[in-house]
């Protein structure tokens, strides 16, 4: 009762109070537009607390990846579940924790979970992104919607901003990009500047491939008997995709800025089925259509108080067909809508103090209809709300501290009201010598995960009785990074020890659009993960770069000793994964760029199931991919050219047991700006 108090004191104080944000943390980055190119060589210290993963700019650009969910494969703790080909479906697991547990924010806006309760990341295209930023825990900044707060951890995709140097009005870029199994993609877009303040972006793309690849499938008994060895053509997995982006952007004051940003992807595509005892299944095909619409408007007071408005609504639709009569049949359509407001506000109390409050509300609503049996439709709604207060202190450059609490409350229309739930998060930094960027971090925090509505109702195989997951992180990190005229490097190492009460998982049994959900109980997760980052600048132009990483973790069911697989480790995740980038560009005097790149990815071995025999042994898989590229100027145009040739060697390898994987293929990309 007395912890109760104290939270809902420490809740009143911070509503009662007026926010701000810092100076130097102004939404300064967005206003580039305005002002000429300037380069900067020398780099502040770091401020973040808890150092986040980052790809931007070329960087980006230069690795073989297609989507969003390619790149992230690049991050220290990320596993990637991929069910192979373009159209595939592709979700992300940090940090052993789960999908759900990692939020993904799209120019600061969360992204709904409508298909199977998760975020399709394949369908996210890099062609239109210009960051990506994951962080364990929490960002560093405590001005920051509620939601923010909730997550274990958080994805931030942030698209092509409009850059207008002086007497420029106008930019156009072009991009064709063609390849193995049927691909087909071109990308267009244009950013206008309507005035000093405004401007306005467009970007569009279509995708297409048959889904079409040949592999080899062997299957090795445990007595090492050869059960058998298959050579086919992967089938029904062709995508016609369609995404379209329109974004206003309106600097209207020093301070503030207001934007609106209205996104729509249409897709069709085949789900290619599992292999199993060598008969493989074709018959499902799944539409989709996404769209929603999200407006920001940020501005500040005083040179103290900074108010933050976000809205979004959004509607996702999802037709899920099945012909295989070898499985249950399925003709389902589900729609599903969203509203979502947040108003966030921070106050610069002293300049080494800050505090922050913030309120989310979000309605959903899911209808759901089998055409095949001709049922009536089923409605479900739920409100969420979100009350999130933190607090910040800057002690010199030595120390940071945060704190935050958030108030969850989640209630299904068809279920009683449920308890709020509250939980708290503490972040810490220590800079021993503030002229050396050498730092301590460390955090504690709890996430509270409701079921979705995939886990409750979308498929006949959802279960209604799921119990939510509450996980508690524990995290330390020791950070380092150096900067001089020859070289730039980066290192950081993190132990982590999270544990999760009534972990939910999905995998796929029989249909990939139909998972089987279940509570595991407890599951205690330990994990290391190793980064590097280094850049040299050589003579004569060239610059080497290198990204390493590397996740050693253990994720174990710790719920029954009498369990059979008590102490075993989880479905699909590897005790040791990594990946290595190394990339040497060289730029001419005027200005042209070539270069090459190479990646490689590894990921050990695994279970497919909960116990750890020798049955549901998943191999080890590693790949390695290679980029040539090169971009030349005439007048004000630029021309690039990319090939990109993706598993080089031809390994035949699952990320999903009985899902494989493509073997060597190539993309070509010729792009155009103005």
Not at 62 to 77: E, N, P
Request: a neutral charge.
């Amino acid at each position: 009762m007395k912890r109760r108090s104290i939270l809902i004191l420490f809740l009143a104080l911070c509503a009662g109070t007026v926010f701000a944000i810092n100076e130097a943390e102004q939404d300064s980055l967005y206003r580039l537009f305005q002002i000429e190119e300037v380069e900067v060589s020398a780099r502040a210290l770091t401020k973040d607390i808890i150092v986040p993963q980052t790809l931007k700019g070329e960087e980006l650009q230069r690795l073989a990846a297609l989507s969003v969910a390619d790149a992230l494969r690049y991050f220290a703790g990320v596993q990637l579940k991929d069910y192979g080909g373009v159209g595939g479906i592709k979700t992300i697991n940090v940090r052993s924790m789960g999908s759900q547990h990692t939020a993904v924010f799209y120019n600061g806006v969360q992204l709904g979970n409508a298909q199977n309760g998760q975020v399709d990341l394949g369908r996210f295209s890099l062609d239109n992104m210009e960051q990506i930023q994951l962080f364990h825990g929490q960002k560093s900044d405590i001005f920051q919607s509620a939601r923010e707060f909730g997550a274990a951890g958080n994805i931030y995709l942030t698209t092509r901003r409009p850059y207008f140097k002086s007497g420029e009005r106008t930019h156009v870029h072009a991009q064709m990009r063609f390849g193995s199994f049927g691909l087909a993609n071109p990308n267009i877009g244009v950013d206008v500047k309507l005035s000093e303040t405004l401007s306005f972006t467009f970007d569009a793309e279509y995708l297409y491939a048959n889904g079409k690849y040949k592999f080899r499938y062997k299957r090795v008994l445990p007595d090492g008997e050869t059960a058998y060895d298959t050579t086919a053509v992967r089938h029904n997995g062709d995508v016609n995709a369609v995404r379209v982006e329109m974004g206003l952007h309106d600097y209207y004051s020093n301070t503030g800025f207001f934007r609106i940003h209205a996104y729509n992807y249409w897709s069709e595509r085949g789900i290619p089925g599992a292999i199993v005892n060598n008969v493989w299944r074709n018959g499902e095909r799944l539409w989709d259509r996404n769209t929603f619409v999200q407006a920001e408007w940020q501005d500040e007071w005083f040179n103290r108080w900074s108010t933050r408005l976000l809205a979004k609504w959004a509607n996702d639709f999802t037709h899920y067909k099945n012909y295989d009569v070898k499985l249950l049949p399925s003709n389902n359509e589900y729609l599903q809508e969203e509203a979502y407001l947040s108003f966030a506000n921070k106050i610069q109390v002293f300049n080494w103090w800050d505090l922050s409050v913030a309120y989310d509300f979000q309605y959903n609503v899911l209808d759901k209809q089998n055409l095949l049996l001709d049922e009536s439709v089923e409605h479900f709604d739920r409100y969420s709300h979100w009350l999130s207060a933190a607090t910040a202190f800057n002690v010199q450059e030595y120390l940071r501290l945060q704190a935050s609490v958030l108030m969850t409350q989640i209630t299904n229309h068809q279920s009683p009201i449920t308890k709020p739930k509250f939980t708290p998060g503490v972040f810490v930094s220590f800079r021993p010598y503030p002229k050396i960027d050498l730092s301590l971090n460390a955090f504690y925090k709890q996430s509270y995960r409701y079921p979705t509505f995939n886990d409750l109702y979308y498929t006949d195989l959802g279960n209604a009785d799921l119990r939510p997951e509450l996980a508690r992180q524990h995290s330390v990190e020791l950070a380092y990074r150096k900067t001089d005229k020859k070289y730039d490097l980066s290192f950081s190492a993190s132990y982590y020890y999270n544990r999760v009460t009534d972990k939910i998982i999905a995998y796929p049994k029989g249909q990939q659009f139909r998972w089987t959900m279940l509570n595991l109980g407890t599951v205690k997760i330990n994990g290391v993960d190793a980064k590097a980052d280094m850049s040299f600048y050589l003579p004569l132009r060239f610059v080497l770069r290198t990204r390493l990483n590397y996740t050693y973790q253990t994720a174990i069911d710790v719920t029954n000793p009498n369990d059979t697989y008590y102490k075993d480790q989880i479905p699909y995740i590897p005790r040791h994964s990594g990946s290595a980038v190394l990339g040497l560009e060289w730029t001419a005097r005027r200005g042209d760029h070539y270069g090459f790149n190479y990646s490689f990815i590894y990921v050990g071995e695994r279970y497919s199931q909960q116990q750890n025999t020798v049955y549901n042994y998943v191999q080890p898989w590693y790949t390695h991919d290679l980029s040539l590229y090169g971009e030349w100027g005439i007048a004000r145009y630029r021309l690039k050219a990319d090939l990109e040739i993706n598993n080089l060697l031809g390994q035949d390898y699952e990320v999903i047991q009985n899902y494989p994987m493509p073997k060597q293929n190539i993309r070509c990309t010729l792009a155009f700006k103005y």
